[in-house]
């Protein structure tokens, strides 16, 4: 840790929030807790998995801690956070799969998040594969380098997009960005699709199909057929990722309550449960997903089923989905986070605090934080820990 990622670090502790790229440096006690979570990854387990957490007490930190696993251990990674109010319904896969585009990143992106980074890595596969003779996947998808036609993807859309992005146009990347960000938005907008992404594009390829039959078999169209396309797409980006070297994609979906507290359409809660379930059976998406929820989660979700008369539900899918929570942090175990905090203080503004503070008055500083009755104790502790070194580098300057 340099500096300046250092200071960055404390800066995000000051507020209580988890530091992006020190997740694990930062996770101390609960060996077989971070294993079991590992694990998960290390075994590639298709399928969902619940973090439970209470409001402010470790859902953050968790989604970050997989996060940097998963980057780690070679995944593609997407941080998803729900919110209906704001165009990221879960009832709506159309919206899912654009916020999975908006957010998704690479190993060794240098930090870079979008659709557009996860294209260029993709386009930079393909180029290399025509050197390659192991590199069949990549002739059959581009029907050896024609792009004329290709069945080897579940989505035309993936397809076209894909297609497109390869003739290196600048304008056609902002096109394709723009239509994979906001599928919905385009829904009146398919001869302006077909215009600029294959009409206009024919003289890199000769594609047999007329245009009609681009319309006729809803290849720009995310949200017909309970949303078919999405879920091919998302299917499709798993796959290439694979083939690219990757061990797949990682989802993970925060505030996933928001469909219990803001959808107000029984319909709609349902069809978002439905999807949950979707990812839980790995079939539609045969990928890893993570969701951040509250340790009642279930119970309001049969709660608010019941409440609104839905009496004959399956709810023994929720139970079915796997779930995971992480313990409270002991004194013990916030006295060692102190610690830490501590060196990367001394990092971050060039001192040595454990030279001006013993060890014991940092313990006593924890155990007095964490004997106040809040909910997230953690949280509090160390921005206290934080605000007391502050306090002393002021002082002893």
Not at 175 to 189: A, F, G, H, M, N
Not at 346 to 367: F, Q
């Amino acid at each position: 840790m340099n500096l300046a990622q250092a200071q960055r670090v404390i800066e995000s502790l000051r507020k209580g929030i988890p530091p992006d790229g020190f997740i694990r440096h930062f996770t101390v006690g609960r060996a077989s807790e971070v294993a079991q979570l590992t694990e998960r990854l290390d075994d590639i387990v298709p399928g969902a998995l619940l973090l439970k957490a209470n409001y402010g007490s470790g859902k953050t930190h968790l989604l970050r801690f997989a996060r940097e696993c998963a980057l780690e251990k070679g995944f593609a990674v997407s941080t998803v956070t729900l919110d209906c109010k704001g165009a990221v319904r879960f009832n709506r896969m159309d919206q899912v799969f654009g916020a999975i585009c908006r957010n998704i990143e690479v190993p060794d992106g240098l930090g870079q998040k979008g659709i557009r980074s996860v294209l260029n890595f993709l386009v930079e596969k393909i180029e290399h594969a025509k050197s390659d003779t192991a590199g069949a996947f990549w002739r059959d998808l581009t029907n050896n380098w024609r792009w004329d036609y290709s069945e080897v993807l579940d989505s035309p859309a993936a397809f076209v997009a894909l297609r497109a992005w390869a003739t290196g146009n600048s304008t056609v990347h902002d096109r394709v960005e723009d239509w994979l960000l906001s599928p919905w938005s385009y829904r009146t907008q398919r001869s302006k699709l077909y215009s600029d992404l294959i009409g206009s594009l024919r003289r890199f390829f000769h594609d047999p199909r007329p245009e009609r039959h681009f319309y006729r078999d809803g290849v720009f169209e995310f949200h017909t057929q309970g949303y078919a396309q999405s879920w091919s797409a998302l299917r499709d980006l798993q796959r290439l990722l694979c083939e690219s070297g990757l061990n797949g994609l990682v989802l993970l979906f925060d505030e996933y309550e928001d469909v219990v507290t803001n959808l107000r359409n029984v319909a709609h809660q349902e069809a978002a449960f439905w999807n949950l379930f979707q990812f839980y059976g790995g079939k539609q998406f045969p990928g890893l997903s993570f969701y951040a929820v509250t340790p009642e989660f279930v119970e309001k979700c049969v709660t608010l089923l019941t409440g609104k008369g839905r009496w004959d539900y399956d709810y023994g899918r929720f139970k079915a989905i796997p779930t995971f929570q992480m313990s409270p942090l002991d004194v013990e175990e916030l006295e060692e986070l102190a610690m830490r905090i501590l060196e990367t203080h001394g990092i971050a503004y060039d001192w040595e605090p454990d030279l001006v503070m013993l060890s014991t008055e940092l313990d006593k500083i924890v155990r007095k934080a964490a004997s106040v009755q809040v909910q997230d104790r953690a949280r509090h502790t160390i921005i206290t820990v934080v605000k007391a070194l502050d306090r002393l580098l002021e002082e002893s300057a």
